[in-house]
């Protein structure tokens, strides 16, 4: 069964940090493009960092650059997400998806597989 599980979400204070990982099951992920995506209340989902299949330099977007950073682990069959400088702007409830192609986007066309999300809020 193919699986992709988010976890690491929680509530951080501003300027705090977390780590997200997304774990896979069912597939490998070395022969997909990954990508991490956030869907804040009322807004619609948007891409965070993705990373081609054969990349080992993340696409981010401008909103997480310098911030943010996307790595894979490919004998944890798992991607991670890095966020540190945390904003309450990032509060979202983020999702890891797996895309069968070689390159990666920041669009959710295209991801054939998704976890279940996991919740980042960022508070005072």
């Known amino acids: 069964q193919v699986q992709l599980v988010e976890s690491g979400g929680g509530l951080v204070q501003p300027g705090g940090s977390l780590r997200l990982s997304c774990a896979a099951s069912?597939?490998?992920?070395?022969?997909?493009?990954m990508g991490w995506f956030r869907q804040a209340p009322g807004k619609e989902r948007e891409g965070v960092s993705c990373?081609?299949?054969?990349?080992?330099?993340?696409v981010y977007a401008d909103s997480t650059k310098g911030r943010f950073t996307m790595s894979r682990d490919s004998a944890k069959n798992t991607v991670y997400l890095e966020m540190n400088s945390l904003q309450p702007e990032d509060t979202a409830v983020y999702y890891c998806?797996?895309?069968?192609?070689?390159?990666?986007?920041?669009?959710?066309?295209?991801?054939?597989?998704w976890g279940q999300g996991t919740q980042v809020a960022v508070s005072s």
């Open positions: 990373m081609g299949r054969a990349d080992v330099t993340p």
């Open positions: 998806a797996a895309d069968y192609s070689s390159f990666c986007g920041l669009t959710t066309w295209g991801y054939n597989y």
């Open positions: 069912g597939f490998t992920l070395d022969f997909y493009a």
